[in-house]
C-alpha cells in the first residue's frame, strides 16, 4: 500500500528525508564536473559523501575482514563479519550494498549493516564484491554464491548458525540478493536460505514504468539516466539483458525464501519492486511488502536523522527475527 505523503507545505518528502537529500546533494555539487571525472575518482567521492551516514550506530562486540576464496570468480572477495553483543549461536544475514553495481561498497554501508545486526539479533556479512565496468556479470553474483557455499560450510564461521541464514540488499544489491537465490535453487540448493530482503531493487534493465517519468529527474537521488548507466556498465550485452539472473524481472520465481520488500515512495524502482512483489505472490511466495510514505532512494543510510528510515528498519529487523527463530525449518 502506498500512503500519501505530501505535507503542509507541501513537500512531499519526510523532513528527515528532505534534511538527507539536501545534504548529500550539496555534497555532490561541492565536486565540479563530477561526471567528467576518471571512475577511480568519482568512487572516492561518493566514499565521502556516504562516509558521514555510515559514522555512528550501534557498538558490534566483533568486526572482522576477512578475504574468502571465490572460485567461480576465479578471485577472492573481501567480506565484513559484523557480531552483536549477545551469546550463543546467532542467525546470519549476507547484506549486499548498493551502488549501481559501480560505487559504493561494505565502508559506505557499514552502519547500515551495524542496525541490522543490533535490531534482528544477527550476525551480518558483508560482501564487497567485485564493481563494473571492470567486472560485468556475472562476475558479482558469482563471488556472492561462492560466500554463501562457504559461509555453509562446518565451522566457517564459529557462532553462527548457518541453518538460520538469509541474505538481502538495496537497490543493486538487492538485484544481486534476488539473483543468488534464483542460482541457489536452480543448482538445488535452495533450502540454504530462509529469507529474502529486497530494499528498492534494481530488476529490469528495460524498463516502462510511470516512476520512471515521474521520479527520474534527479530530484530524489537516483535519476532515470544514472539507473541507464548503471545497467549499461553491468551487462556485457544485450543478451545479459534477457538472463533471469541478470534480469530478475524475468525469471520462474517459484520455490524462492519468504521475502520482505521495503520500496521508496518517490523512487524510479518503486514500480518494478512492486511488480517483483506481485510477481513472487503469484509464484505462491511468502512476500511482506511495505512502501514508506516521503522516501526516496538511498533512504535506509538517512537512519541517524529519518524517523521513517527507523521505522523500516526496525520493521525488517522484526520480520526477519520471526524468520531466523527457529533452526528448524
Not at 572516492?44 to 555512528?56: S, Y
Not at 529490469?204 to 534527479?218: R, V
Not at 520465481?253 to 524510479?268: H, N
Request: proline share 6%; aromatic share 8%.
Amino acid at each position: 500500500m502506498t500512503v500519501s505523503s505530501i505535507t503542509a507545505s507541501g513537500d512531499p518528502l519526510e523532513s528527515g528525508i528532505r534534511r538527507f537529500v539536501d545534504t548529500v546533494t550539496a555534497a555532490y555539487a561541492r565536486q565540479p564536473y563530477l561526471d567528467t571525472l576518471p571512475l577511480v575518482t568519482r568512487r572516492a567521492v561518493a566514499e565521502q559523501v556516504r562516509a558521514p551516514w555510515a559514522a555512528g550506530g550501534p557498538a558490534m562486540a566483533h568486526v572482522d575482514d576477512t578475504d574468502v576464496p571465490t572460485p567461480r570468480a576465479c578471485t577472492s572477495v573481501r567480506v565484513r563479519v559484523l557480531r552483536p553483543p549477545l551469546d550463543g549461536d546467532l542467525p546470519a544475514f549476507v547484506y549486499l550494498h548498493g551502488g549501481g553495481w559501480t560505487m559504493f561498497s561494505i565502508d559506505t554501508h557499514d552502519r547500515l549493516m551495524r542496525e541490522y545486526a543490533a535490531r534482528a539479533g544477527v550476525v551480518v556479512i558483508g560482501v564487497d564484491y567485485a564493481l563494473a565496468p571492470e567486472h560485468r556479470f556475472p562476475v558479482a553474483l558469482d563471488q556472492v554464491v561462492d560466500v554463501i557455499q562457504w559461509l555453509t560450510q562446518p565451522g566457517a564461521l564459529p557462532g553462527v548458525d548457518v541453518r538460520r541464514l538469509a541474505i538481502g540488499g538495496d537497490s543493486a544489491g538487492a538485484n544481486l540478493a534476488m539473483a543468488t537465490a534464483l542460482r541457489l535453487r536452480n543448482i538445488g540448493k535452495a533450502d540454504l536460505l530462509r529469507a529474502l530482503v529486497i530494499n528498492y531493487g534494481a530488476f529490469d534493465p528495460s524498463p516502462s514504468y510511470h516512476s520512471y517519468k515521474a521520479f527520474g529527474d534527479g530530484r530524489y537521488l537516483l535519476s532515470s539516466h544514472e539507473m541507464k548507466a548503471f545497467w549499461n556498465d553491468y551487462l556485457r550485452d544485450s543478451q545479459d539483458a534477457r538472463d533471469p539472473l541478470a534480469a530478475p524481472i524475468l525469471a520462474d520465481l517459484v520455490d524462492l525464501p519468504p521475502s520482505f520488500f521495503a520500496i521508496t515512495e518517490l523512487d524510479v524502482l518503486r514500480d518494478e519492486n512492486l511488480r517483483m512483489a506481485e510477481r513472487l505472490r503469484e509464484a505462491q511466495t511468502d512476500v511482506t511488502q511495505v512502501v514508506y510514505p516521503g522516501t526516496v532512494h538511498s533512504f535506509l543510510e538517512a537512519v541517524s536523522i529519518a524517523a521513517v528510515s527507523n521505522t523500516a528498519l526496525d520493521d525488517t529487523s522484526t520480520w526477519l527475527r520471526r524468520q531466523l527463530a527457529s533452526s528448524i525449518q
